[in-house]
């Protein structure tokens, strides 16, 4: 498992931040002002990937501010909150003469979860420290207050031009190559979110040949390695359960690819957690093709998704280059076809009254025989049965 990118290359200066100059200013001019600002509080919002976090422990280096970091889930907690946070915004900071306090991602908070933000709100009248916080949704109706009580800044989605040009410093950090026209692809398709076109760059890296790789809005590779991204480094949300959705691939061949990179991620008793989750998986596919109960392929789904997500005992860090499951592949096309040869066989021994076995022993003569379209149609093959019996 190699380092990831995203974090490898994370920008540790203002010169490094691209295409957020203005946010830049702003957030600098809030920390340079402290404590003699109206509101005590500044919101870093937009967008995935475009350098909210980034930006709130760049202006701590730059500023050589000690930073004190939690995120929705500590907020989750009043009295926790109160022990952590109101020493932390009370208290001088004892390494640094400076100390910034960041709320990642407050949006994130659910609406059971509300007493912990009123406890925020209250704690931002009082704060010693400037509090900067992150959110993609400034605009959610959970936020009404806090909007209210700080200074927002909004970060944009990163133009791709931008984002090509600091792909390209990367590759050569890296001393990569991948042609223009992919990396020009990766770009776009990235709509903004840096975070994403470093993901995608790093998987056509690991490839063995980048250039081959099309990377088009329907591209499958692309979108299975990034749906496995989610499902096995990062906590399990509500979000999964639709994640595969967006994946234009057959839940059957997703299955393939799961259980091929299960392995590469987890192992002890997470692996045997993801393995048990994908029996189940199987369990209601076998349901669902014998009862044709098509409902269960929520749970299958579920499972796949959200339970092999949850079979990790904490995320992962590093960048893994998930492989394709070609044996296993090539093993289920395999019993595809042969699931074929029985049913041209059945079809065959009901028609001629022979049993089914011998009309399986002497299939190399039968095979001869329906070679004529009359008795392929008198035996009423389908298309699959004749693809078979063309190969
Ligand atoms: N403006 C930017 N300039 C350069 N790199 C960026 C920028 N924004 C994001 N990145 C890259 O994307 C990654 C994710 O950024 P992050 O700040 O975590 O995004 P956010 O918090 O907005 O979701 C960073 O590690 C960094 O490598
Ligand atoms: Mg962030």
Do not use: C
Request: no cysteine.
């Amino acid at each position: 498992m190699g380092k990831n990118w995203v974090e490898k290359y994370r920008p540790k200066r203002f010169s490094e931040i691209k295409g957020q100059e203005l946010a830049v200013e702003k957030i600098t001019e809030f920390i340079d002002k402290f404590p003699k600002n109206k509101k005590k509080a500044i919101v870093l919002h937009g967008p995935p990937g475009v350098g909210k976090t980034t930006l709130a422990h760049v202006i701590s280096l730059e500023k050589n501010s000690e930073i004190f970091e939690l995120n929705a889930s500590d907020l989750r907690n009043k009295k926790k909150l109160q022990a952590i946070l109101r020493p932390a915004m009370e208290q001088r900071s004892l390494l640094k003469e400076k100390k910034i306090i960041l709320v990642d991602e407050v949006d994130g908070i659910s609406v059971a979860d509300w007493g912990g933000l009123a406890e925020l709100m209250s704690l931002i009248e009082k704060t010693n420290f400037p509090v900067i916080i992150t959110a993609n949704d400034i605009w959610s109706q959970k936020l009404n207050v806090l909007r209210k009580k700080s200074e927002l800044i909004q970060l944009k989605e990163i133009n791709y031009n931008l984002i090509k040009d600091i792909l390209i410093q990367v590759l050569r950090s890296e001393n990569k190559f991948i042609d223009n026209d992919t990396i020009t692809k990766i770009s776009i398709r990235a709509k903004g979110d840096m975070r994403a076109a470093l993901n995608d760059l790093q998987t056509v890296a690991g490839l063995e040949t980048p250039s081959e790789m099309v990377l088009d809005e329907r591209n499958k590779e692309i979108d299975i390695f990034n749906a496995m991204r989610l499902i096995f480094k990062n906590k399990p949300t509500n979000d999964l359960l639709s994640l595969f959705d967006s994946v234009k691939m057959s839940l059957d061949d997703i299955i393939l690819w799961m259980e091929e990179n299960i392995s590469a991620e987890y192992s002890g008793e997470e692996l045997a957690k993801a393995f048990e989750m994908l029996s189940k998986v199987d369990v209601f596919k076998g349901r669902i093709y014998k009862q044709q109960y098509w409902r269960f392929m929520v749970y299958e789904n579920i499972f796949l998704s959200y339970g092999i997500s949850a079979a990790k005992k904490d995320i992962k860090t590093g960048f893994t280059n998930y492989q394709k499951p070609t044996r296993k592949l090539k093993i289920w096309l395999n019993n595809q076809r042969s699931k074929k040869k029985k049913t041209i066989a059945e079809k065959y021994a009901k028609h001629v009254h022979v049993s089914q076995k011998r009309a399986m022993n002497e299939f190399p003569i039968i095979k001869q025989i329906l070679t004529s379209n009359d008795i392929r149609k008198e035996l009423r093959l389908d298309e699959e049965e004749i693809a078979y019996l063309e190969k």
